[in-house]
Nanobody, 115 residues
């Protein structure tokens, strides 16, 4: 049974940092490109960053370049998203999934950037 469990979100002031984690089980994590997605308050879901099975960074969304970094630990079946210099427009629910994504999705982790 596929499970994706995101954690690490919270309320942070503009300019702050958070590190999101996504623990994965139920499929062979090592062979998949993984991505972090976010769903904004306007209900738009977008890909934020992706990382190949070999650890190559495939994609970083323009608005987060230089601020967010995706990584993975295959020994722990976990992918991470380090988020620095957070802005109010980064407020969203963040999810991890394969690329291309497939059901099921995890519950996500809420990130709120506000003073």
């Amino acid at each position: 049974q596929v499970q994706l469990v995101e954690s690490g979100g919270g309320l942070v002031q503009p300019g702050g940092s958070l590190r999101l984690s996504c623990s994965i089980s139920g499929f062979n994590f090592r062979i998949y490109t993984m991505g972090w997605y976010r769903q904004t308050p306007e209900n738009k879901r977008e890909l934020v960053a992706s990382i190949s099975s070999g650890g190559e960074i495939y994609y970083v969304e323009d608005s987060v370049k230089g601020r967010f970094a995706i990584s993975r630990d295959d020994a722990k079946n976990t992918t991470y998203l380090q988020m620095n210099s957070l802005r109010p427009e980064d407020t969203a629910v963040y999810y991890c999934n394969k690329l291309p994504f497939s059901a099921p999705w995890g519950q996500g982790t809420q990130v709120t950037v506000s003073s």
